[in-house]
C-alpha cells in the first residue's frame, strides 16, 4: 500500500521502519522539512516529503503528532489521499507536560480522537496511541504465538477499521475492537489499556473495567 506518516517521532520513525521493511511505500513528514530526515530515509527507503505531499495518493495516513500540533497541519491536508482513505490516530492529550489545556477536551467531553477528527475534516482510527515505540520493532510476533500482543483499535468507519486491522496484524500483532470514537475513552491515556502488554483477553478485559472520568494527574 501508500502509507503517509505524518511525524517521525519514536511513533513514526518506527512505523517507517517497519512498514518499509514489509514492503509498503511510505512517504513521511515532519514539521522540520524534508532535509531533516535524511538518516531516517537512507536507513528504511522511504521518501521524505512535506506534510503537504504525505497524504497525496495515499491508501494509509498515520498522523502522529503532539496533540497540541493537530491544528497547525495544513488545512485540505487529505483532499489528495486515495479514495476511501484510512486516517490513524496515535495521539495522546498531555495537558500538564507538553499539550496545554485544550477546552473541547476538558470542558466540551469530546474524546481526543474526536477532537482530532473536527480538525482534520476526516475520521481517524485511534490505534497504537498506548504502545510503546519500540515495542513495534521488538515485539512483533506470527498470528498465533502466545506471546503476542494486541492492541485497541476504535473508529466509527468500519471500512477503515479493517484496513487498519489488517495492517495491525501484518505488522506482527492481534487487535481488539474498541467501539467508535466517542468510546475511544477507554484507550487514552491513565486507562487500564493504556500501555498494557496482554493478548486479546486481557486488552478486552482493560477495556471494559475503563471509566470515563478522567483523573486528575491527566487534567489541566
Known amino acids: 500500500m501508500k502509507i503517509g506518516i505524518i511525524g517521525a517521532g519514536n511513533i513514526g520513525g518506527n512505523l517507517?521502519?517497519?512498514?518499509?521493511?514489509?514492503?509498503?511505500?511510505?512517504?513521511?513528514a515532519n514539521s522540520r522539512g524534508p532535509g531533516t530526515l535524511k538518516a531516517l530515509v537512507e536507513e528504511t527507503g522511504?521518501?521524505?516529503?512535506?506534510?503537504?505531499?504525505?497524504?497525496?495518493?495515499a491508501q494509509v495516513v498515520v498522523v502522529t503528532v503532539p496533540l497540541k500540533n493537530v491544528p497547525d497541519l495544513p488545512a485540505g491536508l487529505l483532499d489528495g489521499a486515495a479514495e476511501g482513505v484510512a486516517v490513524i490516530d496515535t495521539g495522546n492529550y498531555y495537558p500538564k507536560e507538553r499539550d496545554g489545556r485544550i477546552d473541547a477536551i476538558e470542558d466540551g467531553g469530546l474524546t481526543e480522537s474526536r477532537w482530532t477528527e473536527q480538525h482534520l475534516g476526516h475520521g481517524v482510527v485511534k490505534v497504537f496511541n498506548g504502545?510503546?515505540?519500540?515495542?513495534?520493532?521488538?515485539?512483533?510476533?506470527?498470528?498465533?504465538?502466545?506471546?503476542?500482543?494486541?492492541?485497541?483499535?476504535?473508529?466509527?468507519?468500519?471500512a477503515a477499521k479493517r484496513v487498519v486491522r489488517a495492517l495491525v496484524d501484518e505488522l506482527g500483532f492481534d487487535s481488539v475492537d474498541a467501539g467508535g470514537i466517542d468510546e475511544s475513552w477507554r484507550q487514552q491515556p491513565a486507562t487500564p489499556v493504556y500501555g498494557l502488554r496482554?493478548?486479546?483477553?486481557?486488552?478486552?478485559?482493560?477495556?471494559?473495567?475503563?471509566?470515563p472520568e478522567r483523573p486528575e494527574a491527566h487534567k489541566a
Do not use: C, F, N
Not at 496482554?198 to 471509566?211: D, T
Open 16 to 28: 517507517t521502519r517497519r512498514l518499509t521493511a514489509l514492503g509498503h511505500e511510505v512517504s513521511v
Open 131 to 158: 504502545t510503546y515505540a519500540q515495542d513495534l520493532l521488538e515485539r512483533p510476533r506470527p498470528a498465533g504465538d502466545p506471546e503476542r500482543i494486541a492492541v485497541p483499535v476504535s473508529s466509527d468507519d468500519e
Open 46 to 57: 522511504a521518501k521524505a516529503v512535506t506534510v503537504s505531499e504525505a497524504a497525496r495518493g
Open 198 to 211: 496482554a493478548g486479546v483477553e486481557g486488552v478486552a478485559r482493560a477495556l471494559a473495567e475503563a471509566s
